[in-house]
């Protein structure tokens, strides 16, 4: 189970829009991940760029990252990502039906 500081931290990787667009990119290339320079390549960002902000991503759980010769191949931490996502709606929302309803079946709950 995620602990508050967990969760915390992982939002504070995931608040910027850089960093999004570098998730979505992991997530889009699933369990082989990328290399720092495809993944600078998809979202437009410089290699240095890209590593820091894959760096803030790893060191926050957010990612994993092993060596593969000379460069790093990243991959999303599924697993971990799922925790958040329940400590979201569990720990955080305790459970609230209406919540529960609108990120299950993705309709309006307003």
Request: charge should be neutral.
């Amino acid at each position: 189970m995620m602990e508050a500081i967990g969760a915390a931290t992982m939002f504070h990787a995931l608040s910027n829009t850089d960093r999004l667009a570098v998730l979505r990119a992991l997530v889009a290339a699933g369990p082989d991940g990328l290399s720092a320079g495809e993944i600078a390549e998809q979202v437009g960002a410089s290699p240095s760029r890209a590593s820091f902000h894959l760096s803030a991503l790893s060191d926050a759980g957010c990612v994993t990252r092993e060596r593969q010769a000379r460069s790093q191949r990243y991959r999303v931490d599924f697993e971990r990502m799922g925790q958040l996502l329940a400590y979201l709606l569990e720990d955080c929302c305790g459970g609230n039906e209406q919540v529960r309803n609108c990120c299950v079946s993705h309709k309006s709950c307003c």
